[in-house]
């Protein structure tokens, strides 16, 4: 029987690196660290559990303390979690799996019932959403403090023993605020055009890279549009190119649903994926994100121009996911999902509380569908 594309293996070109299948879990909050940010026996097994997907991404981690967006998050900002970072890394490689720590600043969505701080970002500027706070504009020292705590992070990521790193440029955080024309109105270097708004991100990428060892895997994660801080799909396949100019080992596209066409081009029968395999060429691998469920899904998407192919919310429900993929028919638990069932796919009591915030994701009804 033939082996499906998206449980063959694939190899980096750059370090050599050789995953197992094309399958990647893509980097979500679970909110089961504890307070100082180091890893919990629950994030732990929730990770570990999930060690069949090629590629194992963490949460989002920050990289400096005024950088937290969420209760219960993973840092990598302190030498003094160094313990947790290494466990982690051990039990990953230990299950076979290529690891990633997601690394990233809030800016703006660093709130200071956090950080004690008023937020920070490119430009002063107001959006319309809960719970908003205005923040200040940055100075050049918040800036370079930033680009040199991202690389200080990927070290110690590098020396806890993980395979790589990814650098969160998108959903809306402090990367993506400098390249969006509504949150970063700056005149001086690091605004203006394209090129100075994408100078934030490219710093990070050179800063990283000369931090770590060179068989280290750097890449950086892209929202193809994000319409209320003004990133365009034109400009982020711009910037996407200037990333693999810069030498990115992987670029991770994040496009929420890979099955319709992009809001810049509605008309158009060319999915995101596949705009930005062919902005970037065919060196760099792409990972390709956004609402696949089904074997039959991941398939269409490396179609449409991935190498890989990251799942978020079908890896809830479904820890197992690449071991069933290769079964005929085969269809993945969907939500809503009963607490019982998110139980038994290793979700400890506060994820499965933030998962009640996601409408129809949890209900104390029958048991999940496919469970």
Same mark, same amino acid.
């Given at each position: %029987?033939?082996?499906?594309?998206?449980l063959?293996s694939?190899?980096?070109?750059r370090?050599?690196?050789v995953v197992?299948?094309?399958l990647?879990?893509?980097?979500m909050?679970?909110k089961?660290?504890?307070?100082?940010?180091s890893l919990s026996d629950?994030e732990?097994?929730w990770?570990?559990?999930?060690?069949?997907f090629g590629?194992?991404?963490?949460c989002a981690?920050?990289?400096?303390l005024d950088?937290?967006g969420?209760?219960?998050e993973?840092?990598?900002?302190?030498?003094a979690? %160094?313990?947790?970072?290494?466990?982690l890394?051990?039990?990953?490689?230990?299950a076979?799996?290529?690891?990633?720590?997601?690394i990233f600043?809030?800016?703006v *969505?660093?709130?200071?019932?956090?950080?004690?701080k008023?937020?920070?970002s490119?430009?002063?500027?107001e959006l319309d !959403?809960?719970?908003?706070?205005?923040p200040?504009?940055?100075?050049e020292?918040?800036?370079?403090r930033a680009i040199?705590a991202?690389?200080i992070?990927?070290?110690?990521?590098?020396?806890?023993?993980?395979d790589g790193?990814e650098?969160h440029?998108?959903?809306g955080y402090l990367?993506?605020?400098?390249?969006?024309?509504?949150?970063n109105t700056?005149?001086?270097?690091?605004?203006?055009?394209?090129?100075?708004?994408?100078?934030?991100?490219?710093?990070?990428?050179?800063?990283v890279r000369?931090?770590?060892p060179?068989?280290?895997?750097?890449?950086?994660r892209?929202?193809?549009?994000?319409?209320e801080q003004g990133? !365009?799909l034109?400009?982020a396949?711009?910037?996407a *190119?200037w990333?693999?100019e810069d030498?990115?080992d992987?670029?991770h596209?994040?496009?929420?649903d !890979?099955?319709k066409?992009p809001a810049?081009?509605?008309?158009?029968?060319?999915?995101?994926t596949?705009?930005?395999r062919?902005?970037?060429?065919?060196e760099v691998?792409?990972i390709a994100t956004?609402g696949?469920?089904?074997?039959?899904q991941a398939?269409?998407v490396m179609?449409?121009g991935?190498?890989l192919?990251g799942l978020?919310r079908?890896?809830i429900g479904?820890?197992r996911?690449?071991?069933?993929?290769?079964r005929?028919?085969?269809?993945?638990a969907r939500?809503?999902?009963?607490?019982?069932?998110?139980k038994?796919e290793?979700? !400890?009591a506060?994820?499965?509380?933030y %998962?009640?915030m996601w409408?129809?994701f949890v209900t104390?009804g029958a048991?999940?569908?496919?469970a």
């Amino acid at each position: %029987m033939t082996t499906p594309r998206i449980l063959e293996s694939f190899t980096f070109p750059r370090t050599g690196h050789v995953v197992s299948n094309r399958l990647v879990l893509a980097a979500m909050t679970n909110k089961q660290s504890h307070a100082d940010g180091s890893l919990s026996d629950e994030e732990l097994a929730w990770l570990e559990a999930r060690a069949g997907f090629g590629i194992v991404t963490t949460c989002a981690a920050h990289v400096a303390l005024d950088g937290q967006g969420w209760d219960g998050e993973l840092g990598v900002h302190d030498d003094a979690l %160094m313990p947790g970072l290494r466990r982690l890394a051990v039990a990953l490689t230990a299950a076979g799996t290529l690891s990633l720590v997601q690394i990233f600043h809030g800016g703006v *969505r660093a709130p200071s019932r956090l950080t004690g701080k008023q937020p920070w970002s490119a430009s002063v500027f107001e959006l319309d !959403s809960p719970n908003f706070e205005t923040p200040r504009a940055a100075t050049e020292v918040d800036i370079q403090r930033a680009i040199v705590a991202f690389a200080i992070a990927a070290r110690r990521c590098a020396q806890a023993g993980f395979d790589g790193v990814e650098i969160h440029g998108a959903h809306g955080y402090l990367v993506t605020q400098f390249l969006g024309t509504v949150t970063n109105t700056r005149r001086d270097a690091w605004g203006g055009d394209l090129a100075g708004r994408a100078r934030f991100v490219r710093a990070i990428v050179e800063a990283v890279r000369a931090a770590t060892p060179e068989g280290f895997l750097v890449g950086v994660r892209l929202s193809p549009e994000v319409p209320e801080q003004g990133v !365009s799909l034109d400009e982020a396949l711009q910037v996407a *190119r200037w990333l693999v100019e810069d030498g990115v080992d992987f670029l991770h596209v994040s496009n929420w649903d !890979s099955f319709k066409p992009p809001a810049a081009h509605p008309e158009s029968d060319k999915l995101l994926t596949t705009w930005f395999r062919e902005a970037v060429g065919p060196e760099v691998p792409v990972i390709a994100t956004g609402g696949v469920w089904t074997p039959a899904q991941a398939q269409a998407v490396m179609e449409q121009g991935a190498d890989l192919v990251g799942l978020a919310r079908a890896a809830i429900g479904n820890a197992r996911w690449p071991e069933h993929a290769g079964r005929t028919g085969w269809e993945p638990a969907r939500p809503p999902y009963t607490p019982e069932h998110l139980k038994g796919e290793v979700l !400890s009591a506060a994820l499965i509380d933030y %998962m009640r915030m996601w409408p129809g994701f949890v209900t104390d009804g029958a048991a999940a569908e496919g469970a």
